[in-house]
Nanobody, 127 residues
């Protein structure tokens, strides 16, 4: 089992920045890829950023966050972060950390092969 704990959610004004951090514990060797998803009220959870592991590290983003969000990973600390700049009210959601494996390729959203999700942290962006 893998446990994922997020932190960093907050209430901010539009245009501001936030940094989310997730720490993974447990059977870490089962986690190849890490990422972030979000769920807005009344909507399904969606992936917004993925950073792959293995021999080739790649970063992939959902179109609406590309250029504003940056995902990073520290394998020594088993953490993944999401730097969110120029936040917009439509970014308001509960943000969840993901750890597991996704299908390789350029498809978005990528198919999740298996994985775990954290409990989520609330991000609220006011206009």
């Amino acid at each position: 089992q893998v446990q994922l704990v997020e932190s960093g959610g907050d209430l901010v004004q539009a245009g501001r920045s936030l940094r989310l951090t997730c720490t993974a514990t447990g059977t870490i060797n089962h986690v190849r890829d890490m990422g972030w998803g979000r769920q807005a009220p009344g909507k399904q959870r969606e992936l917004v950023a993925i950073i792959t592991g293995g021999n080739e590290i790649t970063k992939k983003y959902e179109a609406s966050v590309k250029g504003r969000f940056t995902i990073a990973r520290d394998n020594a600390k088993n953490t993944v972060s999401l730097q969110m700049n120029n936040l917009k009210p439509e970014d308001t959601a509960v943000y969840f950390c993901f750890g597991g494996a996704i299908q390789s390729g350029s498809r978005w959203p990528p198919q999740v092969l298996f994985g775990w999700w954290g409990q989520g942290t609330q991000v609220t962006v006011s206009s």
